[in-house]
């Protein structure tokens, strides 16, 4: 079993589409933020890439603020944002715009952004 297929077997998905899968492992089966890895796979390249400490504090940092400051459910976060799969496409290519981009925005600001995309989508939804 390569180290890819251990990972994809063992990790917690996060959120899995047509492209792309994001996991979570635990370290010795400890839940502790610090010893959880977060990975990206890239199903069309079949690519493992895990999250360095950088990002893996910006996402942190941009689901703690929709949930604390913006209200949304852990749910709605991974159901009614595309913060999962724009981490997904911007980790798949680290050396491109896209990732550029979205990194360059503080988690805060990336957070509210966020929310009012939801707003939005839950307002067009009930109309």
Same mark, same amino acid.
């Given at each position: 079993?390569?180290? !890819?297929?251990?990972? #994809?077997?063992? %990790?917690? !998905? #996060? ?6 899968? &994001? ?11 610090? &010893? ?22 910006? #996402?942190? %940092?941009?689901? +703690?603020? &929709? ?13 009614? !944002? %595309? ?30 952004? +966020? ?13």
């Amino acid at each position: 079993m390569t180290r !890819t297929e251990a990972i #994809l077997n063992k %990790g917690q !998905t #996060l959120f899995e589409d047509k492209s792309y899968i &994001l996991l979570w492992t635990k370290f010795l089966g400890l839940s502790l933020l610090a &010893l959880t890895s977060y990975y990206v796979y890239d199903k069309q390249k079949k690519l493992l890439i895990k999250l360095n400490g950088r990002e893996k504090a910006y #996402l942190m %940092g941009v689901s +703690y603020y &929709l949930t604390n400051q913006h209200g949304l459910s852990p749910r709605a976060v991974i159901d009614n !944002t %595309g913060l999962f799969k724009d981490v997904c496409r911007a980790i798949a290519d680290r050396n491109g715009g896209f990732y550029k981009n979205f990194f360059s925005e503080n988690s805060k600001d990336q957070a509210k952004n +966020y929310a009012a995309q939801t707003y939005r989508k839950n307002k067009n939804g009930k109309d």
